[in-house]
């Protein structure tokens, strides 16, 4: 199930999903090493995040 929910992000989702959620780089260290706006990423991840609780309630799981 949870492949299948990782497959229902795009590719940049899903790097960052992995990133933050599976190894548990925090947002702002992740942010210095690509460079980019910590504020941009942190909505970013957010918006991954309730992708994934959408994906899990469709599929009857309550998250």
Same mark, same amino acid.
């Given at each position: 199930? +949870? !492949?299948? !929910?990782?497959?229902?992000? &795009? /590719? %940049? %989702?899903? $790097? +960052? !999903?992995?990133?933050?959620?599976? $190894?548990? =780089? /925090?947002? #702002? $260290? &992740?942010?210095?090493? =690509?460079?980019?706006?910590?504020? #941009? *990423? ?7 995040? %309730?992708? *994934? ?11």
């Amino acid at each position: 199930m +949870l !492949a299948d !929910a990782m497959d229902s992000l &795009l /590719p %940049e %989702e899903r $790097e +960052l !999903a992995m990133k933050v959620f599976g $190894e548990q =780089i /925090p947002v #702002t $260290e &992740l942010s210095q090493q =690509i460079g980019g706006s910590r504020r #941009t *990423l942190a909505f970013r991840k957010d918006k991954v995040l %309730e992708k *994934l609780r959408h994906f899990f309630r469709e599929h009857g799981f309550d998250v």
